[in-house]
């Protein structure tokens, strides 16, 4: 595996988004997730500060599906997962359960969505220029997209209802190197712009450098938290991957 590690593009801290001992966005303790024999994770524990953009990493298998449906309540869990009073969470699975085929225009989704959510009508103008999709774009079937402004829609669809917290499970899967640049460039700006906290999944790890406030490393018996440059070290990688790793950390 070989991996380019840009220096980090100074992305917000905890601190400057949030009031001075605010509680943190979420508070997770000795978490435990198991699909009937099957232990998905093992008494896991972490804390999320208001205003950070956390990455999850790790390999197939590890769990990190697993940690985000637990965290919006989707599937059953022992332990303690608290989100702070007032959380609206902004979610966008790793697979929308949508068929592409169905006659419906990119507008029309996300006003579905909205009156599910009874957001008011310039949500769905706003989340559009938030994700920098064309006006044109709108009026188009959600089959004719393009992998990138789809996935860019799915970003558009999570800030209906103005969350406060977005998940994020593979936002740039299936998505061209440029478009998944611009993906990321396009979550992390909105996260500036609004003061979000954001949690993602990501095989991405130069933009985990680059982009995240903290990292955490699930599998292969591993579990660790902490600053990037902490955590995407060689023996940590190595590690949790289980094979050698050849990587070029791009000087500032």
């Known amino acids: 595996m070989s991996l380019d590690l840009l220096p980090p593009s100074a992305p917000p801290s905890a601190s400057a988004s949030a009031p ?3 509680p943190p966005a979420l508070t997770v303790e000795h978490l435990q997730v198991r699909f009937g024999r099957t232990v998905a994770i093992e008494d896991l524990s972490f804390t999320v500060e208001r205003g950070s ?52 225009t990119a507008a029309e989704l996300l006003a579905a969505k909205r009156r599910v959510s009874g957001a008011p009508p310039a949500d769905v103008q706003h989340a559009f220029a938030h994700v920098g999709l064309a006006p044109e774009v ?27 917290v977005l998940l994020f499970d593979e936002p740039t899967a299936n998505v061209d190197e440029a478009g998944q640049e611009t993906l990321n460039e396009t979550i992390h700006a909105i996260q500036r712009e609004h003061g979000l906290t954001v949690m993602l999944i990501s095989h991405d790890l130069s933009a985990v450098f680059q982009h995240a406030t903290k990292v955490l490393c699930l599998g ?7 600053p990037p440059d902490e955590m995407l070290t060689h023996e940590n990688l190595s590690e949790l991957y289980g094979s050698p790793l050849k990587y070029h950390h791009h000087e500032p």
Do not use: H
């Open 138 to 164: 709108a009026s188009k079937q959600i089959g004719s997209l393009s992998g990138g402004q789809f996935q860019r829609l799915l970003v558009a669809f999570a800030m209906i209802g103005q969350p406060n």
């Open 53 to 104: 953009a956390v990455a999850v990493i790790g390999p197939n298998g590890a769990g990190k599906t697993a940690l985000f449906r637990a965290l919006i309540g989707a599937v059953p869990y022992a332990g303690r997962v608290q989100w702070d009073e007032g959380t609206r969470l902004g979610y966008v699975p790793q697979k929308l359960d949508i068929d592409r085929d169905l006659p419906i």
């Open 20 to 22: 001075l001992n605010a």
């Open 220 to 226: 292969r018996g591993l579990a660790c938290y902490g």
